[in-house]
C-alpha cells in the first residue's frame, strides 16, 4: 500500500525559510514533487523531481524554492527561502508511477508565512 507522510509545515514570517519533508513507502517513483492549494484556488503545481534529478518549478519559486529527492530513502524535501505571504497554502507531496499510470498524494501540510 502506498503512504505518503509529510513533515515541516509550520507558521513562519515573511523572509524566512522552511523545509518540508515527504516519506513514500509502497513503491518506486519516477517523478515526485509538490503542490500547493491556497484558500479558495486551485491545487497548483510547485515543483516536481524526476529519479535522475531533474527538476521543474512553477515561475512564482524560481530561485526561492529548491527540491531534492534521496531514492535510496524515497523521500523528496522541499526547501523554501524568502518566503511571501502569497506562499500561505496547504503543500501536498505527490508521487507519479508510470506502470500503471497512478498519482498518489499526500495528506497535506500547511504552510502560513505571515506579513
Known amino acids: 500500500q502506498v503512504q505518503l507522510v509529510e513533515s515541516g509545515g509550520g507558521l513562519v514570517q515573511a523572509g524566512g525559510s522552511l523545509k518540508l519533508s515527504c516519506a513514500a513507502s509502497?513503491?518506486?517513483?519516477?517523478?515526485m514533487g509538490w503542490y500547493r492549494q491556497a484558500p479558495g484556488k486551485q491545487r497548483e503545481l510547485v515543483a516536481t523531481?524526476?529519479?535522475?534529478?531533474?527538476?521543474n518549478y512553477a515561475d512564482s519559486v524560481k530561485g526561492r524554492f529548491t527540491i531534492s529527492r534521496d531514492n535510496a530513502k524515497n523521500t523528496v524535501d522541499l526547501q523554501m527561502s524568502s518566503l511571501k505571504p502569497e506562499d500561505t497554502a496547504v503543500y501536498y507531496c505527490?508521487?507519479?508511477?508510470?506502470?500503471?499510470?497512478?498519482?498518489?498524494w499526500g495528506q497535506g501540510t500547511h504552510v502560513t508565512v505571515s506579513s
Open positions: 509502497g513503491g518506486i517513483f519516477p517523478i
Open positions: 505527490n508521487a507519479h508511477r508510470l506502470l500503471p499510470n497512478i498519482v498518489y
Open positions: 523531481i524526476t529519479g535522475g534529478g531533474n527538476t
